[in-house]
């Protein structure tokens, strides 16, 4: 199938979607505003990201038809270590009622379990069951589960998550997990694809210097080939994660880069170039990294 700016996957999502993730509440708002002008239709925010309002107001702003958009956010689901309290099911219904107001949405079209940190997370995904019927979200999913958590979620027979949104570049390709997906009709949804880059949260306290030394392979390949191809090196590994079937986030606060990201659909990667970019592989996440924890290997014994 041939990929184009209109191309969604099967839950209606646009393919390529603008991410909210350390944006101020300002920040949110322009740049909300500004993806949304520039042509997104897919923006996608979490109730961790502490801008929700600005989300909002920027979406409000645009002056776009709720029904050409696609939202997506997130439910924290609480975690010890961080002195965060477990949501219950009750808990976990309020969350997204509150975002709704923060974001000025009747519903959102995706909503999701941040990850797997809590014992609770089977109570939680119950939750998403009925915040569904409720209607006040349209689709629901998960996000940083490996198979073993998306198994929890199968063995208590209850309904199938329709997507999971997980770290996915060229050193993180999961490949047994996107199978596992794919054979299970989950949608799969890729966060930080730039992670590998030189450029990749250079903010000071953002933490893109963490394990800079495994990036150096995969960065003189990326070069090599955007360079042969003559598009940014950013362009690259958003087209590459398209062309592993995976809708894929971007994010940037310059108007001229949101632009440029938004636009994955004049060139294509060879089975070559493909190939040489998966070969890059060591299954290292690198997003959560300056937080000292992989959230796929988080997971507490679920509450008896």
């Known amino acids: ?25 300002e920040q949110a708002e322009s740049c909300v505003n500004e993806a949304l002008k520039a042509g997104f239709r897919h923006i996608d925010s979490a109730e961790g990201y502490n801008n929700e309002e600005g989300t909002g107001k920027g979406i409000k702003a ?3 038809n709720r ?8 439910v924290f689901p609480g975690f010890k270590q961080w002195g965060a309290p477990d949501k219950d099911f009750k ?11 923060q974001l000025q949405l009747d519903h959102v079209d995706l909503y999701l379990i941040h990850a797997p940190l ?11 069951i009925e915040l569904k019927k409720m209607g006040l979200t349209k689709h629901i999913g998960v996000s940083n589960y490996n198979i073993e958590a998306l198994n929890e979620i199968f063995d208590a027979d209850l309904t199938k ?13 999961r490949t047994e997990l996107t ?19 030189s450029t990749w949260r250079t903010e000071e306290g953002q933490g893109g210097n963490v394990l800079f030394e495994v990036k150096k392979d995969c960065q003189s390949v990326t070069r090599e080939i955007s360079k042969r191809l003559g598009v940014s090196e950013a362009k690259l590994l958003l087209r590459w994660g398209l062309q592993q079937g995976y809708a894929v986030l971007t994010k940037s606060s310059k108007p001229e880069r949101i632009k440029e990201n938004l636009n994955l659909f004049d060139f294509e990667l060879s089975n070559e170039d493909m190939i040489h970019l998966n070969k890059l592989n060591q299954n290292q996440p690198i997003a959560w990294a300056a937080n000292g924890l992989n959230p796929m290997e988080e997971a507490p014994p679920l509450k008896k």
Request: glycine letters at 4%.
């Open 1 to 25: 199938m041939k990929l184009s700016e209109k191309s969604q996957n099967k839950i209606g999502m646009p393919l390529v979607g603008f991410g909210t993730y350390q944006l101020s509440v």
């Open 67 to 74: 029904d050409e958009l696609f939202v997506t956010t997130k």
């Open 91 to 101: 808990t976990t219904i309020e969350t997204l009622k509150k975002q709704l107001i």
């Open 161 to 173: 998550p329709e997507a999971n949104q997980i770290e996915f570049h060229p050193l993180c390709n």
């Open 62 to 64: 645009s002056g776009i």
């Open 118 to 128: 809590s014992e609770l997370r089977l109570e939680q995904w119950e939750a998403l």
């Open 179 to 197: 199978q596992f997906m794919i054979d299970n009709a989950i949608n799969p949804i890729a966060y930080s694809s730039l992670a590998p880059l």
